[in-house]
């Protein structure tokens, strides 16, 4: 299986479960915002949305 393969499978898992998805980045990312100083958790959305983006769940408009 070449990279594109999991890629696809992994956005074809996400789609199928999109609200567990979500509910994981968004833990993932206040862990992280917990744990960093404050002037990182721009960075810490961004990586969130990129991630979404790379689902295809969306960016800003699915929080």
Do not use: W, Y
């Amino acid at each position: 299986m070449g990279f594109d393969d999991a890629l696809n499978k992994a956005k074809d898992v996400a789609g199928e479960n999109s609200e567990q998805v979500e509910q994981g980045i968004d833990g993932a990312s206040d862990q992280i915002k917990e744990s960093t100083p404050d002037q990182v958790d721009g960075g810490v959305d961004q990586a969130g949305d990129a991630a979404r983006d790379h689902l295809g769940l969306g960016g800003d408009e699915n929080k």
